[in-house]
Each structure stands twice: as structure tokens, then as C-alpha cells.
């Protein structure tokens, strides 16, 4: 881990949904429609601008179909394709 992530990691975890999100094909309405709560906390939490909860991580990852661990790679920053 980066020495200065944890100013970033609200955005690392965005970026991260964000690009899952992308590659499952879902829009953020049928995230949040998973995850019980309301399309733009979704937006929110892709733009790095909502402290989730462990709760709201795991329903991400369930609404996502990935590991929760996955909401922490850090290529996600730099990848351009991200």
C-alpha cells in the first residue's frame, strides 16, 4: 500500500466500483437497486465522496459480484482503461 492512500482511499474504492460497475454492465440505478439504497449514493461512492460502511462494502461486492479485497487495487488510479 501506498504511504499516502489513505487520503485516496474513498476514491480508490470509486474508481474501483466505478470500473466494475462498467464491466458487469449495470448502471448505477441497478446497483443500487441490489443494495437497497438510493442511485445517487452509488454516484456518490464512484466519485470518492461517500465513507462507506463495511456494511454498504459488502453489498457492494454482492451487488458487484466481487471480493471485497478487490475494492483496494490500486491500479484502479492509474489505469487509464479503468
Known amino acids: 500500500m501506498s504511504s ?6 474513498k476514491k ?3 474508481a474501483n466500483v466505478l470500473r466494475r ?3 458487469v454492465h449495470l448502471s448505477q440505478e441497478a ?3 441490489k443494495m437497497g439504497v ?11 465522496e ?3 460502511t463495511l456494511h454498504s462494502l ?5 451487488a458487484l459480484s466481487m471480493h471485497p479485497r478487490d ?9 487509464p482503461a479503468g
Open 12 to 14: 480508490l474504492v470509486g
Open 38 to 48: 438510493d442511485r445517487a449514493y452509488v454516484g456518490a461512492i464512484e466519485r470518492g
Open 71 to 79: 475494492f483496494f487495487d490500486e491500479t484502479a488510479l492509474t489505469d
Open 58 to 62: 459488502w453489498g457492494l461486492s454482492e
Open 31 to 33: 446497483v443500487a437497486e
Open 4 to 9: 499516502n492512500l489513505g487520503m485516496d482511499i
Open 50 to 52: 461517500q465513507n462507506i
Open 21 to 23: 460497475r462498467r464491466a
